[in-house]
């Protein structure tokens, strides 16, 4: 089992930047393949990034690719998610996931991923 716990979210107008931060307790991270999703409200969770168990392989969405990059320390048992230039599309609830895979395919889908955290709230102003 794993536990996951988003923070970093908040307030930030259009243009700027803001780092969310996973943190994994319950087992290591080291095998696991690790995700970030977004939610606005009425709409399906999307996918932003992707990132293999080892770092090798990563992949984003297209809405935020050149803007976001995703991270991980597997020593820390943390994932990361750096976003910049912000715009007013990019507010939501953001989730991160994990998925038991030493596989380097990217997991794009909700239905990959075996555990989710919380969600940490992002709200970008015009």
């Known amino acids: 089992q794993v536990q996951l716990v988003e923070s970093g979210g908040g307030l930030v107008q259009a243009g700027g930047s803001l780092r969310l931060s996973c943190a994994a307790s319950?087992?290591?991270?080291?095998?696991?393949?690790m995700g970030w999703f977004r939610q606005a409200p009425g709409v399906e969770r999307e996918f932003i990034a992707f990132i293999s168990w080892g770092g090798v392989s990563i992949d984003y969405g297209d809405s935020v690719k050149g803007r976001f990059t995703i991270s991980r320390d597997n020593a820390k048992n943390m994932l990361y998610l750096q976003m910049n230039g912000l715009k007013s599309e990019d507010t939501a609830v953001y989730y991160c996931a994990a998925k038991r895979s030493t596989w380097r395919t990217p997991l794009k889908t909700i239905h990959d991923y075996d555990y989710w955290g919380q969600g940490t709230q992002v709200t970008v102003s015009s």
């Open positions: 319950g087992r290591t991270l080291s095998n696991y393949a």
